[in-house]
């Protein structure tokens, strides 16, 4: 009796996090995104050079991945082609940003198992990072190209397993490591060669010129 009584809760669990995970995915793919699972990204956060499920594909089809698998990446990005002056600084960008908004926020942090999280692009700022501190097992973050400073990497002080967060084309700055809430040495984009102005994304919010999704920044670095 007692067996079966912990094998039901046991179940129990296993469905309700299934039906969490179904419902970020659903979440996440109606953004424009996309997840992998446990079959096909390691302990690390890294992808897994052909992963294949061991479970037959008709059961997949049939039930989903969820029954069987967990969600272990998220992938959320805009993109942009910038063009640059010959001291590599941005004179011109063509910008698609992804909106991520707090419900899609709020399904990516019951991922448990989540090991990497990709969300370039996406217009999130500082308080938006707030969902991610319950995300306990994640190695990797992609916050690039987004309107956060050093206030927003407070709430990732409790991850203590982080190995990598991309801050290129953010407000985030090295050049007070005592003010950082998280090792600067985990963090990714200071030394990358394209030099962002201290007030490209001021004048980007002040100059968006939106067209069918891409907006134009006319001269974001030039001087004034």
Known sequence: MLAFTVGG???GLKTRQTRIERKARLAIESAGGTVNFDYEVDENG???KDGKSSVPSWALEALGEE???RIRAVYLKGWATPDYLPDDRISLARVFRREVD???LEHIARLTQLRSLSLQMT???NDDLRHLSKLR???RLRIDGNRIDNRGLKHLEELALLEHVDVKWTRIAADSPQQL???IEILAGFNS???VPPDFWDKMEGELAWRDGIAAIPDAAQDD
Do not use: K, N
Request: overall charge negative; glycine content about 4%; some cysteine.
């Open 102 to 104: 707090d419900q899609t």
């Open 46 to 48: 890294d992808y897994i």
């Open 67 to 69: 029954c069987f698998h």
């Open 123 to 125: 217009d999130i700022e």
């Open 137 to 139: 097992q994640l190695r």
């Open 9 to 11: 809760i046991g179940l």
């Open 181 to 183: 809430a998280i090792p």
């Open 193 to 195: 060669s394209i030099v």
